[in-house]
Every structure is written in C-alpha cells, then in structure tokens.
C-alpha cells in the first residue's frame, strides 16, 4: 500500500512554532514517527512538504498519476479557505484523511471551518502528532 503524506504552510516549523500548540518536537521528529509506523504496518509512506498552494495540488495529482492508495494531509492554513485543494482532492478519487494537531474546533473562529474536510473520507485533529499515526491506522485496517 502506498500512502502520501503532505504537509501544508508552516508545519516544516513544528519545534520552532508556537509550542504550547504544536508542541516541542520537530518536523524531522514527525517524518521519523511516520516512516516508522509505516514500515511497522508495511506501508510505503512518501512525505511531502510545501508552504505553497500549488505544489500541493501538484502533489495530489502526483498520487493519481503514481496511482497512491491513500492520502493523508495537513493542509495548514489552507484548511480554511483553499477551495483549489479541495477541488483537487475531489478530482483524483483517493481516500484522503485531513489531519490537524491542534483541535481545530478549540481555536480562533476563523480557524473551526474546514473547507477541504468535505473532499476527505473523515478528519482527525487535536492528538498532536499522533494524529497521523492514527491516519495511519486508518489505511492500515483497510489493506485487510
């Protein structure tokens, strides 16, 4: 099972950002804990990071043409307002699972409205980084 994992604006800063919400651990941190759980459960896991909207479409298109069984994004700030990547998650068909650290729904208003978890089968947040292990887990019970 091959599954892409992207990473929207600024999460590249986890460690350095705002560390009461994102906490202390860095995006190397977070890189190594999704390899690791992915060879574990005999994923291939590619990780992916942009600060910039349209690579991560790119990205998204790269899963179809490279025919990925899943996707697991964080797409940041974009969560709120980018109707682009919504449409492109839309236009490829993959399951995707939206995943935040932080409790979305806890946070500044404009920050509790997701505009791409409709194009997603279902989103976790607010379990910090072990949200993408549970992305994980997720595709994982599927491959059975």
Known sequence: M?????????????GIREKTIYGVED????CNLIKTEAEESNISATILQSN????????????????????????GAYTHY????YDAIKS???PTVEVH????????????????AGAC???????GLYGYIMALNYFKQKQK
């Open 2 to 14: 091959k599954i892409m994992v992207l990473n929207g604006p600024n999460i590249n800063f986890l």
């Open 27 to 30: 995006y190397e941190y977070l």
């Open 92 to 94: 490829v068909s993959i």
């Open 52 to 75: 910039i909207e349209g690579e991560i479409i790119n990205f998204i298109q790269q899963a179809y043409h490279e025919k990925y069984d899943g996707i697991i994004i964080n797409p």
């Open 101 to 116: 650290i932080s409790n979305i729904h806890s946070r500044d208003e404009f920050r509790r409205k997701s505009v791409t």
């Open 82 to 85: 980018s109707y682009a990547i």
């Open 121 to 127: 089968v279902g989103i976790i947040g607010g379990f």
